[in-house]
């Protein structure tokens, strides 16, 4: 499983981030003059916030869009969205039907989101908050995906006694059923895939703990897509346990998981509920730079 597809329609968010960081740059005064071009230069460009707030409308939107449409979604003259549209036409950011007339987004776009793609990734942008989180938690932390319905753990930070569970090291597989990532990643499965899942992987018992019926799976991802986090209370290998959090792109689909894992002697309730309020927060300012908005 690969993230890349999500850039590809959410480079206009990446855009507005980086034309607003640059009305934004920094300037260290050294007379009035200075400080006035810093003021300046601190101020939102609005022509510019109308333009990406075109783009999102129309994006959201997901069909073709009359310009009367467009203009009364944003609240705004029909006039200066034509102005605006006739400028994305002219970059070809933006196609029209001869005949309808309707406007759409062009796949430029994906151009651009490929290429910002091509410079980082998931890992790159989950690396520091899993640093951050084995630091405040003093636990071990990982970063996984789902591949051919098995987890596939593509990031680890020791925790400082380097405990780190056998299944989680980079590279490494492990079942979808009996681990807080794995249940977090089920939340996407129909369920006709559930059953695929059931039929072609099994829901082997990995300990006395593991879910092994279909039933308690589905009672179990109720209880998680309410809580809007996972646990693993020594499912997977017995002596551990794991809090995981969603990472989400901007279709709401989970593309990653976070967690959080530790001996069961450390990881008391205390501690759990210390962990669910950080790793909630580092899985939803993750998803935020993937573009996922919440509702």
Same mark, same amino acid.
Do not use: W
């Given at each position: ?15 507005? +981030?980086?034309?607003? *960081? ?20 601190? @101020? @939102?460009?609005?022509? !510019? ?16 869009? *009359? ?11 029909a006039s200066t969205v034509l102005r605006f549209l006739n400028t994305?036409?002219?970059?070809? $950011? !933006? ?8 406007? =759409? ?13 091509? &410079?980082?990734?998931? *890992?790159?942008?989950? *690396? ?7 630091? @405040? ?15 596939? $753990?593509?990031? !680890?930070?020791?925790?400082p006694d380097s405990m780190v569970r056998t299944m989680q090291r980079i590279g490494k597989n492990a ?13 996407? $499965?129909?369920?006709? +895939?559930?059953? =695929? ?17 279909? +039933? ?10 309410? &809580?809007? $986090?996972? &646990? ?15 990472? @989400? ?5 989970? !593309? ?9 002697? =450390?990881?008391?309730? &205390? +501690? ?15 998803? =935020? ?7």
């Amino acid at each position: 499983m690969t993230v890349n597809f999500a850039f590809c329609i959410i480079s206009h968010h990446i855009l507005l +981030k980086t034309i607003i *960081r640059s009305d934004k740059l920094s300037v260290n005064p050294t007379s009035k003059e200075d400080g006035f071009l810093k003021e300046k230069t601190a @101020k @939102k460009n609005q022509s !510019v916030e109308k333009v990406l707030q075109i783009i999102e409308v129309m994006a959201n939107n997901k069909t073709p869009m *009359r310009l009367l449409d467009i203009a009364e979604k944003l609240s705004l003259p029909a006039s200066t969205v034509l102005r605006f549209l006739n400028t994305l036409l002219t970059f070809s $950011y !933006v196609i029209q039907d001869p005949e309808t007339l309707k406007y =759409r987004l062009s796949m430029k776009f994906c151009q651009i989101g490929n290429l910002v793609s091509s &410079q980082f990734s998931i *890992r790159d942008i989950a *690396r520091p908050f899993l640093l951050d989180l084995s630091e @405040k938690c003093q636990e071990s932390t990982c970063l996984a995906i789902e591949q051919d319905m098995m987890v596939v $753990y593509i990031d !680890v930070v020791d925790g400082p006694d380097s405990m780190v569970r056998t299944m989680q090291r980079i590279g490494k597989n492990a079942p979808l059923h009996s681990t807080g990532v794995g249940k977090l990643m089920l939340l996407d $499965y129909d369920d006709k +895939k559930l059953d =695929r899942l059931v039929s072609e992987k099994g829901l082997d018992a990995l300990t006395a703990h593991t879910i092994t019926t279909k +039933k308690a799976l589905l009672s179990e991802l109720s209880k998680i897509e309410v &809580q809007g $986090y996972a &646990q693993d209370d020594e499912e997977c290998e017995i002596g551990a346990k794991c809090i995981a959090a969603p990472i @989400k792109d901007f279709t709401g689909k989970t !593309v990653a998981c976070i967690s959080v894992s530790g001996p069961v002697s =450390r990881m008391t309730s &205390q +501690k759990l509920d210390f962990i669910k309020v950080h790793i909630k927060n580092a899985a939803a300012e993750i998803s =935020r730079q993937l573009g996922h908005k919440d509702k």
